[in-house]
């Protein structure tokens, strides 16, 4: 390929964003897919915006055309599989040659989690598609996760989760577009899948600890019943992720998200980030705002 054109499905999202600008940095044309016009203003700066959105197959049809590569995000959606299903065998009925999967962690078909048996249905069904060259990759939790209890965190220094002192092994979201980049612009992964985690797993009351570190105060973890989450998550999102939300939650309270493995180094060719390199580089988002008067 001499400047390939790769299409970022999901380019507003978490991995997306960080997407783009890894991959303008290894020389390609990238196009963000974005659901509507407006939606351009949140793209990275260098990245083309194409208009579809995934439940319009003709847009969608139109975002593929000329396209060497797609990184496939699902959306927060309930029928997300399905979505994804139908934009994978769009991409492989248009002839695109390589088309890379963002699944999760552990995702297998009998898993009591509704979001890695989605995951694991998405899988199968690009894995037996036929397409040219395809790859997977299974990111554990995402170390970004935290900033959703950012505003907590900022007025009260404490939050909470159902995870005791379980230990994951979370990842930094721009190691998983870092690697992404990798494998959407170089030959060599087809039918691989990658398991994207940190360099250790990590409890929650670490997390606080590296945090309260970077901040430079004190914030606290506490264990808290899953119901109690529920409650909380049911105000902030519709309940079909909420309950998907606290089933990730019991996946990683019982330990099974806890390996360690060597892709993200192996891809990227360097470690992947630490807990403590995100507390640090993320640590404004953490820190109370100074009260007025105060230098
Ligand atoms: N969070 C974690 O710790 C974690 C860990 C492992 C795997 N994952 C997986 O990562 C995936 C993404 O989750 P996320 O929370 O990080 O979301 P996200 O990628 O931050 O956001 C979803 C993206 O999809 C776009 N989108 C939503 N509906 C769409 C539609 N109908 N058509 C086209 N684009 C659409 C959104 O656009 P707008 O900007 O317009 O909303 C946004 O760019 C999920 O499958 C999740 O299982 C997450």
Same mark, same amino acid.
């Given at each position: 390929?001499? $400047?390939?054109?790769?299409? %970022?499905? +999901?380019?507003?999202?978490? !991995? =997306?964003?960080?997407? =783009?600008?890894?991959?303008? $940095?290894? +020389?390609?044309? %990238?196009?963000?897919?974005i659901r509507t016009p407006e939606r351009a203003a949140a793209l990275p700066a260098g990245v083309e915006p194409v208009v579809a959105d995934l439940r319009d197959p003709r847009a969608v049809a139109g975002a #593929?055309? =000329?396209?060497?590569?797609?990184?496939?995000?699902?959306?927060?959606?309930?029928?997300?599989a399905d979505l994804q299903i139908q934009f994978a065998e769009r /991409?492989?009925?248009? =002839?695109?040659?390589?088309? !890379?999967?963002?699944?999760?962690? @552990?995702?297998?078909?009998?898993?009591?989690v509704r979001f890695l048996r989605w995951h694991a249905a998405v899988e199968s069904y690009v894995r037996a598609l036929g397409l040219d060259e395809?790859? %997977? #990759?299974?990111?554990?939790?995402?170390?970004? +996760?935290?900033?959703?209890? /950012?505003?907590?965190?900022r007025e009260q220094g404490r939050f909470g989760a159902p995870i005791g002192t379980s230990a994951v092994s979370a990842v930094d979201v721009r190691d998983i577009a870092d690697a992404a980049a990798v494998v959407l612009t170089r030959p060599g992964h087809h039918g691989r899948t990658y398991t994207l985690t940190g360099p250790r797993a990590v409890t929650h009351a *670490?997390? @606080?600890?590296? #945090?309260? *570190? @970077?901040v430079g105060a004190e914030i606290a973890f506490t264990d808290v019943p899953p119901e109690a989450f529920a409650a909380l998550l049911?105000?902030?999102?519709? *309940?079909?992720? @909420?309950d998907g939300l606290i089933e990730d939650y019991a996946h990683y309270a019982r330990g099974e998200a806890?390996?360690?493995?060597?892709? %993200?180094? *192996?891809?990227? +060719?360097?470690p992947a980030?630490?807990?403590?390199?995100?507390?640090?580089?993320? /640590?404004?988002a953490f820190r109370p705002a100074q009260p007025a008067g105060r230098g």
């Open positions: 390929m001499d $400047k390939p054109t790769i299409l %970022v499905v +999901g380019a507003t999202g978490q !991995v =997306g964003s960080l997407l =783009g600008p890894a991959l303008l $940095k290894c +020389g390609a044309h %990238v196009r963000g897919m #593929l055309y =000329g396209v060497d590569a797609v990184f496939l995000n699902s959306p927060s959606a309930p029928d997300a /991409a492989r009925s248009v =002839g695109v040659p390589r088309l !890379v999967l963002l699944s999760q962690y @552990a995702a297998r078909s009998d898993s009591p395809w790859s %997977v #990759l299974r990111p554990n939790l995402y170390l970004q +996760g935290a900033l959703g209890f /950012a505003g907590l965190i *670490e997390i @606080a600890q590296a #945090l309260s *570190e @970077a049911r105000t902030m999102m519709p *309940e079909w992720q @909420a806890a390996e360690v493995c060597p892709d %993200v180094a *192996e891809l990227t +060719g360097r980030r630490d807990l403590t390199d995100f507390a640090r580089d993320y /640590a404004t």
